[in-house]
């Protein structure tokens, strides 16, 4: 099994490691034995994290960067690559949302979340994929959303943004699958993070969504755990362009 499951000694470089699901992930590839390098924009939360993780101090990186900022994205991925080696396995976790009515959006917010969420998740990619090609051998992945595949309320651009990050993820995929890279996606559904806080925090929407999932519970960020560690191993090795559902029985309902 460890042939197929093996994580051990990979290099692995982690968006919006400092967020409810990025930080667990960071966890479960910290002790699955993985060396991991964490890109946050909160020099504090970064601190914080490691402070947390302190038992894996040698095996536990952190980057400052902005991914509002392209020649941020362009720097943190050089300075990953200097401290690591190499990236082996791209988990892209970062994610901005600002609901708001659409007829109310500005057009700063609307290019604020395009950038973070969608354009940023490709210019990550691009920098990290020729390294991989190189090597015939690399995994990305994703992060998508329920808005993936339905439009949400009041979240015009971050659901445009997800639903981009899903096809990027198999117009990537076909392009770099014949060369040994695996571009892959999780879609968490209704986690309880702060990024959703305005739809967990609403007593009726919080009970609106309950009532969908068959699982009988919101989702929590250690879900998305398993999931992320599977793309990453060689077991996903035949799995190209996929989303996965992490969703608690939301879209089966």
Aim: glycine share 12%; proline share 3%; charged share 15%.
């Amino acid at each position: 099994m460890i042939d197929y499951f093996g994580i051990i000694g990979l290099r692995v470089l982690i968006t919006g490691g400092t967020g409810g699901i990025g930080a667990a992930l960071v966890g479960g590839f910290l002790d699955a034995g993985a060396e991991v390098c964490v890109l946050g924009r909160s020099t504090e939360a970064l601190e914080t994290l490691s402070l947390k993780h302190s038992a894996h101090t040698k095996r536990l990186h952190t980057i400052c960067g902005d991914l509002l900022e392209d020649e941020s994205i362009d720097s943190s991925i050089f300075e990953a690559r200097h401290i690591m080696g190499q990236i082996d396995v791209l988990v892209l976790c970062h994610g901005n949302v600002e609901p708001n009515a659409a007829l109310e959006m500005t057009l700063g917010s609307w290019q604020r979340q395009i950038q973070v969420n969608l354009t940023a998740t490709f210019r990550l990619a691009q920098n990290v994929a020729p390294e991989m090609i190189a090597r015939s051998r690399g995994k990305i992945i994703t992060v998508a959303s329920m808005l993936t595949f339905q439009g949400g309320l009041n979240v015009s651009a971050y659901a445009a943004s997800k639903g981009g990050v899903g096809q990027l993820t198999k117009a990537l995929s076909n392009e770099w699958a014949a060369h040994g890279v695996n571009v892959n996606a999780i879609a968490p559904g209704y986690i309880k993070t702060k990024l959703n806080t305005h739809v967990w925090q609403d007593p009726e929407r919080y009970k609106q969504v309950l009532a969908r999932l068959t699982s009988g519970r919101w989702g929590e960020p250690s879900d998305l755990v398993g999931p992320a560690l599977f793309l990453a191993s060689p077991a996903s090795d035949y799995l190209h362009g996929v989303i996965i559902p992490v969703d608690g029985g939301w879209l089966a309902r």
